[in-house]
């Protein structure tokens, strides 16, 4: 048993070594011949447009790249997106890209991994030039903690000024984008230079694989700090020609805590001075022709909300009923009604599907946790979602007026959304029409009992005599 054991871990090591080798193997195959890093942080969601021009140095073709990410990046990582660029300046295409989690043991300092899969192996002696998009939440820092009502709010943001990466860097540049012009300090790692709203560092030759070195960039950062903790959305479908969204935010504001008192006479008249930090209105893109909007909180409905809808886009602008502070939050419910022929279809083997937006409709917006029901009519069989992205499925029960066997619900849940993920999903499903008539049916034999009991009691005597 010893043995078997011992036998399986040496086997365990060997495979882990391999792993090693490979990664080092291709590390040393391909170099960067120039890094090109712009990161823009000019609201509280973090985006990095990344361009890679990549050589294969080594003697066999490469099929994929690696990313590497900090320990700390992977667990603020709400996106990441990769193409192939092809051509020059306004003739240039794009490629996308598979991008998946490499299965490789982690690299110095708890270096992660992701992997990207070229559509073609790039030869030896050959180049590809990749963009890639990666999207960080929570990343910025506000510092002081907290801040009074007529403070301007300030955040860190930490990272490194060369790219982190696996394979030797002949060139790299980093700018970072900051909202103002209004920078309190930054890290310098000559050459660094500072141009109005925009950072850069360097550029820097010939820095070897997994150099890294920490920049800190203290600045103001008034934007919105609008996170929704939990969002519940409820797709239900009616064959009957309707399709009604009802949406349930737990709203707050994740920037610096407000502290001491608020006073509404003091926002009212300074607005642009104090609370220039908080936000007291959000923007949600709906999906045209709405009708029946209502926007309502625990008290009630809600009257400061401003609705335009044409036939491409519909935008409601709310307001809650207090202004935002860092720490404060709201809850309320938005509701609508929309077209069924606008998002429901028939597949070519007679499937019928659902195509709706997934993502938050409020604009600039991250989302901790996403749940999305979609309520299928009373009959649908063998559902199943086809979503662009991983999430999390299963399904449901609900009943609801004059249901017999109930309506099944499929549930999607996602953590971590930004508006990157505001792509379209498809929910299939068989449907027999027969079972539309089952309600209608319902409400007619209810009306002939009802009926042939009124002539019935009409005709029984119930008073009493003597016989």
Known sequence: MEALLRARINLALLIVALLSLLARSSSQDLQIVDAERRIDLTSHIVKVFLTLKIENMGTSAAADVLLAFSPIEVDHLAVLKAAAAIGKKKKKTYTPLDVEPAELP?????????TIKLSNPLKSGESITLEVLYVLTHLLEPFPAEISQSESQLVYYRDSATTLSPYHIKKQTTFIKTPSTKVDSFTKVDPTNRAGTELKYGPYDDHSPYSYSPIIVHFENNHPFAVVEELVREVELSHWGNLQITEHYK??????????VFSRVEYQSRPSFSGVSSFKQLLARLPPRVHSVYYRDEIGNISSSHLRSDSRKSELEIEPRYPLFGGWKATFVIGYGLPLQDFLFESSDGQRYLNFSFGCPLAETVVDKLTIKVVLPEGSKDPSAVVPFSVDQYLEKKYSYLDVVGRTVVVLEKRNVVPEHNSPFQVYYTFNPIFM???????????????ISSIAYLHVDFSIRKQ
């Open 437 to 451: 008539l089952a309600e209608p049916l319902m409400l007619a034999l209810a009306f002939f009992l009802f009926f």
């Open 106 to 114: 982690d690299g110095p300092n708890g270096t992660k991994y992701f």
């Open 251 to 260: 709203l707050a504001h994740a920037g610096a805590r407000h502290k001491g």
